[in-house]
């Protein structure tokens, strides 16, 4: 089983629709939590963080379930613009600490 | 600050040649991840090293790949011999000091092609 599992997509919606993205982790001792995004034939990004309370950065909801292992993205009022990979970040410490990426959920906004 | 630096851009090279990815990490990052990334399998971890030293290489597919970083700034990604299927694109990221759980920083990428 991967250690960071996303549904690779590709979703496909209409600009102006939410769209959601979900995401599980199956090391509970998991700690950081990160969405990017990588455009076409460029390196990945960070989109932003996702801390225990859930957070909000314009358009962008990020959700993280501890109990769960499970984190989720919301992206309300598409853009086309915000058609890339969206790929969902888990950063685990114990002894040092590594950085896991799913495979990437693949979103295309259509006019 | 530069950023994360990678060199090449881009490398072709044959069946059975050496091939060397170099990376700059951003100054005063502590640790550096080796990633590769290929439509069918993603981005992949492959090494990291935090204070230069590797942790981790449980990624690296087979002894044909090795990874070195001999000071803070400065480490390098070899397979030897290489293989077609090495053909991929491959990323070095670095991370903040002193803060493990923080976000990682990519270099724009190596795209290796093995013929």
């Known amino acids: 089983r991967k250690e960071v599992e996303q549904d690779p997509g590709p979703f496909n919606v209409p600009e102006g629709a939410t769209v959601a993205f979900n995401c599980t982790y199956s090391?509970?001792?998991?700690?950081?939590f990160f969405w990017y995004r990588q455009d076409c034939r460029k390196e990945p990004k960070l989109l932003m963080s996702v801390y225990s309370s859930g957070n909000e950065d314009g358009r962008f909801t990020a959700q993280l379930n501890r109990a769960s292992q499970y984190i989720s993205l919301l992206i309300r009022d598409s853009k086309l613009s915000d058609s890339a990979t969206y790929l969902c970040v888990v950063r685990t410490y114990s002894s040092a600490s590594k950085i896991i990426f799913g495979s990437g959920t693949r979103l295309s906004i259509r006019p | 600050d530069a950023g994360v630096i990678q060199s090449p851009r881009h490398e072709v090279t044959e069946m059975g040649q050496e091939v060397t990815l170099r990376c700059k990490p951003i100054s005063g990052h502590d640790y550096l991840f080796w990633y590769r990334q290929t439509m069918m399998r993603g981005l992949e971890l492959l090494i990291y090293?935090?204070?230069?030293?590797?942790?981790?290489d449980s990624g690296m597919p087979e002894d044909r790949f090795s990874a070195k970083m001999p000071n803070a700034s400065f480490s390098t990604l070899k397979i030897q011999p290489s293989e077609p299927r090495d053909s991929a694109v491959y990323f070095c990221?670095?991370?903040?000091?002193?803060?493990?759980?923080?976000?990682?920083?990519f270099g724009q990428g190596t795209r290796l092609t093995v013929v």
């Open positions: 990221a670095s991370s903040f000091p002193g803060r493990g759980l923080a976000e990682a920083f």
């Open positions: 090293f935090n204070n230069n030293v590797p942790i981790d």
């Open positions: 090391n509970s001792a998991s700690q950081s």
